[in-house]
């Protein structure tokens, strides 16, 4: 019998509460081992919901895991995770990979060399019905171009994902990296990106694919609860076709993460679709249009 991947989870918030911790003790060829968080108290919580071992020193966290899976702000995550390959930890990412193009570099040259697995938890990209939609599309070809639109909610007052890192680096760092890995995955990779703020966090990109198609994408997290809204669609010869992008049960695209992740560090195999690489492409494109956000600065 195989043995289970020893996971350690990172984070205690609202996400490692409703997706990491169920999806890591519900997910076949997984042991939800061990939890490590800042506050010792929401660590010690956790890991008794579970039963499993809570821990406030990284070093005896890591000691005692195969894995570990993330729900911390990306600037947390990327030196953790650094720290974590190095000492052979194979890698479950939240997106972004990290905020600074460093600290991205840095995490993704750790896990090269230390030939650990990793996947990025772009959800829709671990959704059955995203998946056949990918399938679908891409065979069809022909796409002339995409558009995204997402406006989320997340800063209103009293929404649960209303968190510091958000609120500093708004839509296109938290929704940006979906939109991104979705447009790449169906029109092909992303040549350049040009970027302009509205309002709050608004950002409007467009996207030069490697073929020559374009797309565009609109994101926010300031958007009135009445006009919360995700919408992605590509256009073409073949006419228009809408992407499944809702997640309404996040923790089933997590198992399916975590599975494929588990496999390919049991196989030694260490590329993935979605792994550190591509969430260092994907965070590429994000920093080149916050350079230019920065440059051009909402009048
Ligand atoms: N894939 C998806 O669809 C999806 C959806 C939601 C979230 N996410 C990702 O999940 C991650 C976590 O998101 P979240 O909503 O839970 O909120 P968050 O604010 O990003 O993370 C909350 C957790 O991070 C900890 N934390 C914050 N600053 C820290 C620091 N300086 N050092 C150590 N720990 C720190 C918090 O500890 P305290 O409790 O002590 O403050 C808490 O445990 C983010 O990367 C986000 O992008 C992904």
């Not at 600290?103 to 230390?114: G, H, N, R, T, W």
Request: hydrophobic share 45%.
């Amino acid at each position: 019998m195989t043995r289970s991947l020893r996971f350690g989870l990172v984070g205690t918030g609202h996400w490692a509460r409703i997706t990491h911790a169920p999806a890591l003790a519900s997910t076949d060829g997984v042991e939800f081992a061990a939890v490590w968080g800042r506050n010792a108290g929401a660590a010690a919580g956790l890991a008794a919901s579970y039963g499993v071992t809570a821990h406030h020193d990284l070093a005896a966290f890591l000691a005692g895991v195969d894995a570990v899976a993330f729900a911390v702000p990306p600037d947390v995550q990327a030196p953790i995770a650094t720290r974590a390959a190095r000492a052979g930890k194979h890698l479950l990412l939240e997106k972004p990979i990290a905020i600074s193009a460093a600290d991205a570099d840095a995490l993704a040259s750790a896990v090269e060399q230390a030939r650990v697995a990793s996947v990025v938890f772009f959800t829709a990209r671990f959704q059955a019905d995203t998946r056949a939609w990918l399938a679908e599309v891409t065979a069809t070809g022909g796409w002339a171009g995409g558009a995204a639109v997402w406006l989320g909610t997340a800063l209103q007052a009293g929404n649960p994902f209303n968190t510091p890192w958000r609120r500093d680096r708004g839509g296109l760092w938290d929704l940006g990296p979906h939109v991104i890995s979705l447009l790449w995955a169906s029109l092909g990779p992303v040549r350049s990106v040009t970027a302009r703020a509205g309002r709050a966090d608004i950002t409007h990109l467009v996207l030069r694919h490697e073929d020559g198609a374009t797309s565009t994408a609109t994101v926010t997290l300031s958007a009135p609860s009445s006009a919360g809204h995700t919408d992605l669609y590509l256009w073409g010869q073949a006419g228009w076709s809408t992407a499944p992008v809702e997640a309404p049960q996040p923790v089933i695209p997590l198992r399916t993460a975590l599975t494929e992740l588990a496999a390919n560090a049991r196989s030694g195999q260490v590329s993935h679709p979605c792994d550190v690489q591509f969430g260092r492409a994907v965070g590429r494109v994000l920093a080149e249009a916050q350079r230019q956000i920065d440059a051009h600065p909402s009048p």
